[in-house]
């Protein structure tokens, strides 16, 4: 679903008079028409519209991501997937003050990059690499990856955006767990099941006594993690927009 088959950001439109207007054949802001609801509703309807119109032109995702109401974010994904920016981090711990950062790993655009503590993991390369994304997509990442990074470098609001964490969406969907659990529920196999966050920080201390071949099993295990991301993402976005959408519609 993209954002202009949305109404519900508009005050005084909730879920019912939402689908009230896709079940009339108005799955789309050009196909509005204000007698289909009242006065009242139609003047802020044609108002938001207007505005946000020109907040898409602009590729404006903070505005989206402030009219969407928490439990709709998800609804930004489609409009916004191509310039999204899927992250990861593995730490030492679970202690954002104390504990660091080792690896971060980020797919934009197909593409996924992994940064190494003490290699090229800088603030000014997470600076550069999250710049451009109008969405951020993680797993608990509201809770645990942007506060750690944030403690952890001087980021200087870069990853003030729109966030869609995927921990949310899915318990919507009674899918629980952490995300090894959830990608089983949906179908992602792995190639190494077997390795948890608590490897990840014994491949950490295994590499920093010389183990090479360590830090490239927690590199390969961190970029699964975002590249599983998307797969996620896909799958849950679908099956919402199946759960949110009358059939027949046409959306």
């Known amino acids: 679903m993209r954002v202009e088959a949305s109404f519900i950001p508009v005050e005084g439109v909730g879920e019912q008079t939402e689908r009230s207007l896709w079940e009339q054949g108005i799955t789309h802001w050009d196909e509005f028409e204000p007698d ?6 139609a003047d802020r309807i044609e108002a938001f519209i207007e505005d946000a119109r020109k907040r898409l032109a602009e590729r404006d995702s903070h505005y989206f991501g402030r009219q969407f109401p928490s439990q709709a974010q998800w609804r930004l994904y489609e409009t916004f997937e191509e310039s999204a920016a899927f992250f990861d981090i593995e730490t030492t711990g679970l202690d954002q003050r104390h504990d660091a950062v080792t690896t971060v790993s980020v797919r934009q655009g197909g593409e996924t990059q992994t940064f190494v503590r003490d290699r090229d993991l800088t603030a000014q390369r997470l600076r550069e690499t999250f ?14 990856d942007v506060p750690f990074l944030e403690q952890s470098f001087d980021l200087d609001g870069v990853l003030d955006r729109p966030h869609l964490d995927l921990m949310y969406p899915c318990r919507r969907l009674d899918l629980t767990g952490g995300l ?8 992602i196999q792995r190639d190494r099941p077997d390795l948890s966050g608590k490897d990840a920080v014994r491949l950490w201390n295994d590499y920093q006594r010389g183990d090479e071949a360590a830090l490239e099993t927690l590199v390969g295990y961190n970029r699964e993690d975002v590249d599983h991301l ?16 009358p059939d027949g519609c046409g959306l």
């Open 230 to 245: 998307q797969t996620v993402a896909d799958r849950v976005v679908t099956r919402l927009h199946e759960r949110t959408v």
């Open 131 to 144: 710049t451009d994304a109008d969405l951020l997509v993680s797993f608990n990442g509201k809770r645990f």
């Open 180 to 187: 090894k659990q959830i990608e089983k529920d949906v179908g």
């Open 36 to 41: 289909a609801v009242g006065t009242t509703t």
